[in-house]
């Protein structure tokens, strides 16, 4: 599976931008009822107040453009200059830049100030269009939905996809390295991770398939677990042969015996080996992602034999 991915964060010149002046575009006052109050009628209308010289506009306006963008025509944008517009910015109370204001059905119905963070524009993104999904959300979706079926060519083309609107999607890059671990590709998949910007690293998709990446790479194979039980059958205590077993699990494709395992070696004796079985139950949990089931009960399991 030959995947190139641009991690770099760099916007894509073709793709997901062929309607771009249809979402985002410049207006006035003159130009305020047919930019923005008519077609908030049907479509939700974000209004950017910004000027120039305006710092934080700055930091601002890429942020709401890609999302908007990324929305798929969901909403869209509209680009206020408050020291060529300054009746309009009065008329609307706007007291300091940037303010934004999303319009629906003709009116002001929410807004906000201030270069916030991605994860706000979002949420104010999200209320404006009544949490409907993106298409990049419907395709990370299906993207998923076909990793979890084990079709991972189907979930990397989908992945792809995403990445090609956008190349910094965390979802998108965290699934194509889950695509790689599926399909054995251990050298695509140190590639992207290599690459990717130490932000990027952070993002929790991103960590987390780290996390199954690093896994994948030290687990066992599934055929020594025979071996390993008899071992563990001879001395309880063999902390090493449980680890190793634990390993194999995890290999196997059994998470759920792998954090037993675990949790019973740190039962036994937590600071084996420098907390190796803690540190690796971590790493499992982290792999799994925090909705998991088995993350959930397993860290209230393993909070329970630390704190006892």
């Known amino acids: 599976m030959a995947i190139i ?18 979402l985002i575009k410049d207006s006035d006052t003159a130009g305020f009822m047919a930019d923005v109050i008519e077609p908030s009628m049907e479509t939700p209308v974000i209004v950017d107040f910004w000027a120039p010289w305006c710092q934080p506009c700055k930091q601002l ?14 909403v869209r944008l509209v680009k206020i200059n408050v ?8 008329q609307l109370n706007v007291q300091s ?28 993104i999200e209320r404006l269009t009544g949490g409907a999904k993106t298409p990049i959300e419907s395709v990370l979706e299906a993207a998923y939905e076909a990793l979890e079926a084990n079709d991972a060519a189907a979930a990397a083309s989908a992945f792809a996809q995403v990445l090609g609107q956008d190349p910094a999607n965390p979802e998108a890059i965290g699934g194509m390295i889950r695509c790689f671990i599926a399909t054995n590709d251990t050298e695509q998949a140190q590639d992207v991770i290599g690459r990717l910007p130490p932000e990027l690293k952070k993002a929790a998709p991103v960590a987390a398939a780290i996390s199954a990446f690093e ?40 998470a759920e015996e792998a ?36 993350c959930i009960t397993g860290r209230r399991r393993l909070s329970t034999v630390l704190f006892s």
């Open 61 to 74: 306006g890429p942020a709401i453009e890609k999302l908007v963008r990324n929305a798929g025509g969901l």
């Open 5 to 22: 991915l641009d991690p770099t964060g760099a916007q894509p010149t073709a793709g997901g931008a062929a309607n771009v002046g249809d």
């Open 83 to 90: 020291d060529e517009n300054r009746e309009l910015a009065v």
């Open 215 to 254: 896994l994948a790479c030290q687990g066992g194979e599934a055929d020594d677990a025979g071996d390993l039980r008899k071992r563990l059958g001879k001395d309880e205590n063999d902390h090493a042969a449980r680890f190793d077993l634990a390993m194999a699990l995890y290999g196997g494709g059994n």
């Open 97 to 124: 830049i940037p303010a934004v204001f999303g319009f629906s059905q003709g009116r002001p119905v929410d807004g906000f100030t201030g270069a916030v963070p991605e994860g706000q524009i979002k949420s104010f």
């Open 259 to 294: 954090v037993d395992e675990l949790i019973e070696l740190v039962r036994r004796d937590r600071d084996w080996n420098d907390e190796a079985a803690r540190k690796q139950l971590i790493k499992i949990f982290d792999a799994l992602g925090p909705s998991h089931a088995l």
